[in-house]
T-cell receptor, first 113, second 113 residues
């Protein structure tokens, strides 16, 4: 089945220790998104790629960066995680023609100690 | 400054009855609205959508109503089934939104047998 895969599902890191979350897709979609969702809050868009074109949200902290080496993979790098970065991180994809219908992965829950 | 709001964090409904989930928005530029459903340990999945040129869209047991003058939409599920127990997110997009969705905080629906 075509899908969006996120690894790892659970990630524990220490305060200030860089961490990378990974997302891959078999849908061949040209748009990929990273969202941050804290408990009982709305998913918040951090950035998205349209093909290789990177689009950062204005309020995304500099601590968060992303890479998309090819169509299938996208990475979220948190350079110096703080306690406030503990959250669920959701990756999603869409086809530009039907971009509203985003397909989500299961998420990576990040814990910062 | 939350542009999409779901004011009910939770809703409990008897099996077989109608479930009504509500969503309000503030941005008059939004022209497309979606509902996503999320089970625990899974990513959100697309459920149903509506364009601003319509006021109703139906798909099986699910109907979405849009009231543009009130900037309000609702999702009706009838009859409600135990498998409908999940968190429901409302989302919206604008024409200049560059493939972006703005999500509400979600409503946890519990269907009681």
């Amino acid at each position: 089945d075509a899908m969006v895969i996120q690894n790892p599902r659970y990630q524990v890191t220490q305060f200030g220790k860089p961490v990378t979350l990974s997302c891959s897709q078999t849908l061949n979609h040209n748009v990929m998104y990273w969202y941050q969702q804290k408990s009982s809050q709305a998913p918040k868009l951090l950035f998205h790629y349209y093909d290789k074109d990177f689009n950062n949200e204005a309020d995304t902290p500099d601590n968060f960066q992303s890479r998309r080496p090819n169509t299938s993979f996208c990475f979220l790098d948190i350079r110096s995680p703080g306690l406030g970065d503990a959250a669920m991180y959701l990756c999603a994809t869409s086809n530009f023609a039907t971009f509203n219908e985003q397909f989500f992965g299961p998420g990576t829950r990040l814990t910062v100690l | 400054d939350q542009q999409v709001k779901q004011n009910s964090p939770s809703l409990s409904v008897q099996e077989g009855r109608i479930s009504i989930l509500n969503c309000d928005y503030t941005n008059s530029m939004f022209d497309y609205f979606l509902w996503y459903k999320k089970y625990p340990a899974e990513g959100p999945t697309f459920l149903i959508s509506i364009s601003s040129i319509k006021d109703k869209n139906e798909d099986g047991r699910f109907t979405v109503f849009l009231n543009k003058s009130a900037k309000h939409l609702s999702l009706h599920i009838v009859p409600s089934q135990p498998g409908d127990s999940a968190v429901y997110f409302c989302a919206a997009s604008a024409p200049q939104g560059a493939q972006k969705l703005v999500f509400g905080q979600g409503t946890r629906l519990t269907i009681n047998p």
